[in-house]
Structure formats: C-alpha cells, structure tokens
C-alpha cells in the first residue's frame, strides 16, 4: 500500500513535521511494509513558508526589518530556486512579535513587511509568493506600501502615520516613488480566508479582536479604512473594498493589489501547484492529512478542502487526523474527505489537550489506523 501523509500544524503544538513522523509510526505499526511518503502542507498561513522550503529542498536566508512596533526584527524568508522566494508577513508583522499585553491595532504597522518585500526584489528574485497570514496589523497595508515608495498625504501635505492611526486623514496618494522592482515581478499574495476589507465580515470586524481591537476602538478604526478605501479606489480607478480575501492580515493586500499589479490566490491551492501534487498523488492509495481543528471553515479554502478535492479528481480515498471537531465540520465530507477523527479522547480543558497534544494524536493515529485496516478486512470479505 502506498500512503500520502500531508498534515498541516497544528497552531501552538504539533508542527507538519512532527505530525508526519507520528503519522508514520502508526501506520508502520498497522501496515508493515507500506511505502510511506510524507509532505508538510500549509494554506497561506503562518508555517507554509516552512512546508515548502522542506517539500521543495529549498534554503532560508533573513533579514532586519521594523517589527509591528516599530522594534527591529530578524525576518527569516525561503529561497525556493534562484528566482523563487516565498515570505510570510508573520515574520516581519505578525501577532507572535508582539506580547498579548500590547497589542496596539492603532500604532500596529506592516511596514516591515514592505522592507521584506523591497529586500529580496533587491536581490534579484522576480517570482514571489506572500503569505499574509497572523498579522498583527490592521493598517490596510499603508506600512508595506509606504516602505514601498508609495505616499500617503494628509490635506497639509504631510506624510500620513504608516499605520492605522491616520486612515481617516488620507486625502491624497502618490505612487510616482514606487519600487521600479516591483513592474518586473509577479507577486501572488496566498490567502486561506475569503473576508472582504468591510463590513460585517471584513478585517477589521473578524480578525480586529485578536488584533487588539476594542469596542470602542471599532467604530472609529472601520471608519478610517472605509475611507482610505474610498482614496485608493479614486486614485486606481477601481473597486478593491469587495475583492474575495482583501480583508486579510488587515486589508495588508490593498495597495498592492491596486498600485502594484499583485494578485491575490488561494493559500492551498497555489501550495499544491508549487508542490506539484497531481504527480504526488500517482499510484497512491491512501492520503492521511489533517489541521488543528474542523469546523465549517475548513471546507472554504483551507488544507482539507483543497487536498480533499484534489483527490476527489482521482478517486483516492482521503481522512482526516484533527485536533477538535465544531460546527459544520460535516460539510468537509462534500470536499473529498471520507472520514475525521479528533485526537481528543476524553473530556478535558484545552490546556490539558494542548500539554498532551503528541500523546492524544498518536492514540488517534493508532485507532483510525485500526478503523481503515476493519475496512479493508470486510473489502476483502466482500
């Protein structure tokens, strides 16, 4: 038998790693002799740069970069080939820069994202994959961007606050300084989320909390991206404030999206391109994949659904190994995933499920290895 192991991490416990390694120990115990390949897998958030520089041999260099607080960071990047680099904004702008107890969404800036960007177009790479996922920022992407060359100018003519801070007083934006590396490069920024920058379901109204974002500190922070919107629309010429993931990481991909000519893609889907899974999959029976937890979201665009689907095509038979299972996770049975099972066997706190996290995904390893073997049993019998 020929298995696929490709898990996702498991956020804050098991990395895609070490998910595989258990993997592999179960499926070893139950089925010696099968010829077990494991690939670590990532949908545009925060650990895909890492899943790809192991799946595809590739090396890590790093740069300095203003953190979200304007504090210097070393940001780690992936060197897929020679002209090939993959980024994560988490490393320049992410919540894991920042301690829980200053969380400051007003002052937050991705400004050393751009410096990111701007480092490796200096170096020479044209073909360029950003992931935005755990940002820390809800700036509309005005840090990046203005690290970029692009200004933005309050009424008196002054450079607005590369942050969120000064949304609302943007009444003008020059882009006549902008990196002339960037007219050369073809930027896919990878998203897992689908949230417009507005409204109800947009950046600052799904993602603000986690962020900092108060009660109190909504209303007026909607208010300025609503219109920074407005100027960066008049100013391109058309509408980004609907645009299918606009409001991830903050709305960080507006300006990009409408001075730079970079495009927004599926997190999972352009992982499975870059990893060329179709050929992955030739002569495999099995896939055992998996993600921190199962729910209605894991079905739009996340790891299960885009691996799920791609197995659908050739009738390979797909389960799932997750941490916990919520609301609508039955809809991931529509995306090409026969089965789920959580690791969580008993009734306990998340703090004990996280503290036992590898000895709860090796017990639920050996029992839905046990499961399929029952299947392929009464297969045979049949």
């Known amino acids: 038998m020929k298995v696929l192991l490709v898990p996702d991490s498991f956020k804050g416990t098991i990395s895609s790693e070490r998910a595989i390694e258990l993997l592999k120990q179960a499926v070893d115990t139950h089925f010696p002799g099968s010829q077990i390949m494991g690939i670590p897998i990532g949908d545009g958030g925060e650990g895909t740069m890492k899943a790809l520089i192991i799946a595809k041999g590739g090396t890590c260099a790093s740069c300095k970069v203003t953190g979200p607080l304007g ?3 070393t940001a780690v990047y992936g060197i897929l080939d020679n002209d090939t680099v993959v980024l994560e904004t988490a490393q320049a702008s992410g919540l894991p820069l920042i301690d829980s107890s200053r969380l400051d969404p007003v002052h937050a800036s991705s400004f ?51 942050d969120a801070s000064e949304l609302s007083e943007i009444t003008k934006i020059d882009v006549s300084g902008l990196l002339p590396e960037l007219k050369e490069a073809q930027i896919k920024i990878m998203c897992d989320v689908s949230n417009p920058l507005l409204g109800p379901t947009g950046a600052t109204h799904i993602y603000g909390k986690q962020k900092g974002v108060t009660e109190e500190l909504e209303g007026p ?31 960080f991909a507006v300006p990009l999206l409408a001075f730079a000519k970079c495009s927004l893609c599926s997190g999972i889907e352009t992982v499975l391109e870059i990893l060329n899974f179709d050929r992955l999959l030739e002569g495999v029976d099995l896939v055992i994949s998996g993600e921190g937890r199962l729910d209605g979201q894991s079905s739009q665009g996340k790891v299960l659904d885009g691996i799920g689907e791609a197995c659908k095509k050739k009738n390979i ?19 090409g995933v026969r089965s789920a099972m959580s690791s969580v066997n008993n009734i306990m706190t998340a703090q004990e499920a996280f503290s036992r996290a590898e000895e709860l995904f090796l017990d639920a390893a050996d029992r839905m290895c046990r499961f399929i073997k029952v299947g392929m049993e009464l297969k045979k019998e049949g």
Do not use: W
């Open 112 to 162: 050393g994202s751009g410096e990111l960007l701007k480092e490796v177009l200096k170096k020479g790479y044209r073909n360029i994959y950003l992931t935005i996922g755990g940002s820390a920022t809800n700036d509309g992407g005005v840090g990046a961007a203005t690290a970029l060359g692009i200004r933005f100018l309050k009424e008196n003519g002054e450079t607005a606050a590369p």
């Open 221 to 251: 922070i909607e208010k300025g991206m609503e219109h920074f919107a407005d100027i960066v629309e008049q100013t391109c010429g058309f509408s980004i404030r609907d645009i299918p993931g606009s409001g991830a990481a903050g709305g």
């Open 71 to 73: 504090e210097p960071v």
């Open 317 to 335: 038979p797909v389960v799932a190994l997750v941490g916990g299972i919520g609301d609508g996770a039955s809809q991931i049975y529509n995306c």
